[in-house]
């Protein structure tokens, strides 16, 4: 199984980015799906999680901008990042709670991590 996420780049503030991340390989049930961000000298932090019946939940810094949003039939996990701030600057991972097989207890997956710059 692997998670591939894309979409990051360089944005002005206030401009908007959208995160995309799709998940490959053998996969039987996918659980909880998450959008976490690392900025420098800090640790990684949760962004957004959705779950599989598609409840969110968001870290206060993002409500009202950030909104995660998922798509079963593709396997997919998306983050639409409006009114982007400076303190928005991380690497943003994708994360997926993943069941391979109906036997087989589900582990958890990173993506490879997509650079978000705000910068003027």
């Known amino acids: 199984v692997q998670l591939q996420a894309f979409g990051g780049g360089l944005v002005r503030p206030g401009g908007s980015l959208r995160l995309s991340c799709a998940a490959s390989?053998?996969?039987?049930?996918?659980?909880?799906m998450a959008w976490y961000r690392q900025a420098p000298g800090k640790q990684r932090e949760l962004v957004a999680d959705?779950?599989?019946?598609?409840?969110?939940n968001y870290d206060d810094s993002v409500k009202g901008r950030f909104t995660i949003s998922r798509d079963n039939a593709k396997t997919l996990v998306y983050l639409q990042m409006n009114s982007l701030k400076f303190e928005d600057t991380a690497v943003y991972y994708c994360?997926?709670?993943?069941?391979?097989?109906?036997?087989?207890?589900?582990?958890?997956?990173w993506g490879q991590g997509t650079q978000v710059t705000v910068s003027s």
């Open positions: 390989g053998s996969i039987f049930r996918i659980n909880g």
């Open positions: 959705i779950s599989s019946d598609g409840t969110t």
């Open positions: 994360y997926a709670n993943i069941a391979s097989s109906n036997l087989i207890t589900p582990r958890n997956y």
